[in-house]
């Protein structure tokens, strides 16, 4: 790799342009992350083709895929790139401390539950990180959007990102005490079908998402109110509308006070809930404002 970055046509920046692209499957949105244009990604790609005799993508009107030779070259890339990175981040870091805009994602539940109560503490231990976090459920492209770090529930992200699992969040089935007086406290699973239930359909799906305390094939769950958004079933479940599974920390406060009543006593099982997820894109793993808020936000899961 030492041989290309020696060569007059081929530099850092076609690398770099390389292994964006790759990650985000377009010269658009590989443009849009290191604000260049297309044209200059797909003209700094053509010359890394050129310097190695052979195509690196397999193009459509549509795609872009990585090669062979692609795929190869893409694990060296990186390697340099995130070498390049972290030594600039050291030189940032000797220089200063974290500092700069924070771009974040966040789901709306666990978000307001969760992180926003802690940025006045994050702004008060780091004054010159602007922050600028953005409350959506769906998933995003890490890179190409720009992001610093995302936050999500789930699966492992993909391996092409960095991430750090932070926790566990446990969902729970709960109601409004007025809707149990009205209706009656379900003492089986089966009781359900006899109930209001506040369902969640997924943004990215389009499916209404099974209830992990209740699966839809042991327990013949209505949909009564069909909501997109986390709040609007928190909502709902507070007004008395009827029974709905939530992340437990999201209404933890209602719990506390009684505002909500927990149903089943029953041992949950290992599935009910969900892992917890930082992502960040591998070439800013080692900026200072980007390390303060993974170690800021895995502190809150830890507590």
């Excluded at 503490?121 to 922050?131: H, K, M, N």
């Excluded at 809930?273 to 808020?293: C, N, S």
Aim: hydrophobic share 40%; glycine share 8%; proline share 6%.
């Amino acid at each position: 790799m030492s041989l290309l970055l020696d060569d007059p046509g081929v530099g850092m920046a076609s690398v770099l342009a390389f292994v964006r692209t790759a990650e985000t499957g377009s010269f658009a949105r590989a443009a849009v992350s290191l604000g260049r244009t297309p044209s200059g990604i797909a003209k700094a790609v053509s010359r890394l083709e050129q310097r190695l005799g052979g195509a690196l993508f397999t193009r459509t009107t549509r795609t872009l895929s990585l090669t062979e030779c692609g795929e190869v070259v893409l694990e060296h890339a990186r390697n340099v790139v995130e070498s390049i990175a972290s030594a600039e981040a050291a030189i940032t870091a000797a220089r200063s401390g974290p500092r700069g805009r924070l771009k974040v994602s966040v789901p709306h539940g666990l978000g307001r539950a969760v992180v926003l109560p802690s940025l006045p503490q994050f702004a008060r231990a780091y004054p010159e990180i602007r922050v600028e976090m953005d409350f959506e459920g769906r998933p995003v492209d890490v890179v190409g959007g720009g992001y610093d770090v995302v936050l999500r529930t789930g699966k492992a992200p993909d391996s092409g990102l960095r991430a750090k699992r932070v926790g566990r969040v446990r969902e729970i089935l709960c109601a409004a005490p007025s809707y149990l007086a009205r209706r009656g406290i379900p003492r089986t699973l089966e009781e359900l079908s006899r109930h209001d239930c506040i369902r969640y359909r997924s943004p990215k799906t389009g499916r209404v998402q099974a209830w992990t305390r209740a699966r839809d094939d042991a327990a013949n769950v209505p949909a009564t109110l069909v909501f997109n958004t986390a709040d609007a079933v928190v909502f709902a479940l507070r007004s008395g509308m009827g029974i709905a599974q939530v992340t437990e920390c999201t209404v933890r406060t209602d719990l506390a006070e009684g505002a909500l009543i927990p149903l089943f006593d029953e041992p949950r099982p290992d599935d009910a809930g969900r892992d917890v997820w930082l992502i960040w894109p591998a070439d800013r793993h080692h900026q200072p404002k980007v390390r303060a808020f993974i170690d800021h936000t895995a502190a809150l899961f830890a507590r």
